[in-house]
């Protein structure tokens, strides 16, 4: 079975602090993707990145990171300098192998106050 | 990525009715997924819709309750039927672009009185 546990229910922080979110993963396939993405007040989900699971290297993107350790199944995301509009529901996925059906985790809400 | 719209983007109903949802795409695609998102929580999938043949539910979800129509490769409905107002939730259309890449439409907010 796959599994996504993001155990930050809640996150507040002040404005250009840096914070990072937790996302943990459970598979057994040896090929799978894991996802971020980012949920406003508004509802929309945006896609925020894409990381398969041959690929370790960290990702930079701007203000945000991410940091994949295949040892601890683990895919941190990390925004630098936070600002308000950061703030909304983050949330952690996984697809396996076969499929397309993301399993997500529960989400994480960031608050950022300025 | 892909422009992904949906309609209605909220709607109130009465309890006992039923309301179809609306997922247009700007590009073919092939697979074409609906998911819930209930108050507070997280996204579940619903089913998976291909054009061409039936859709492909998840466990605790039935086509009675969710009939999905997928009649070409740009558009897809989601009918939620006889609603209860467990079914407050929003619901979202979601589009595989290449190779695992899932892009989501605003989503439509369904109240249930």
């Known amino acids: 079975a796959q599994k996504v546990t993001q155990a930050q229910t809640e996150i507040s922080v002040v404005e250009k602090e840096d914070v990072t979110l937790d996302c943990v993963y459970e598979t057994r396939d040896t090929t799978y993707y894991l996802f971020w993405y980012k949920q406003p007040p508004s509802g929309e989900l945006v896609f925020l990145i894409r990381r398969n699971s041959f690929d370790e290297q960290n990702e930079i993107s701007g203000r945000y990171s991410w940091n994949f350790q295949k040892s601890t199944s683990s895919f941190n995301f990390t925004i630098t300098a936070s600002q308000v509009v950061d703030s909304a529901v983050y949330f952690c996925a996984l697809m396996g192998e076969y499929g397309n059906k993301l399993v997500f985790g529960a989400g994480t809400i960031l608050r950022v106050k300025s | 990525s892909a422009v992904i719209s949906q309609k209605p983007s909220r709607d109130i109903c009465q309890r006992g009715t039923s309301l179809t949802i609306q997922c247009q795409v700007d590009?073919?695609?092939?697979?074409m997924f609906w998911y819930r998102q209930q108050p507070g929580q997280s996204l579940t999938l619903i089913a998976t819709a291909n054009q061409g043949s039936e859709a492909t539910y998840e466990s605790g979800f039935v086509i009675d309750k969710f009939p999905i129509s997928r009649p070409n490769l740009t558009f897809s409905t989601l009918t939620v039927s006889n609603m209860s107002p467990e079914d407050s939730s929003i619901y979202l259309c979601?589009?595989?672009?290449?190779?695992?890449?899932?892009?989501f439409g605003e989503g439509s907010r369904l109240t249930v009185l």
């Open positions: 979601s589009v595989d672009m290449r190779a695992g890449e899932l892009f």
């Open positions: 590009s073919q695609v092939t697979m």
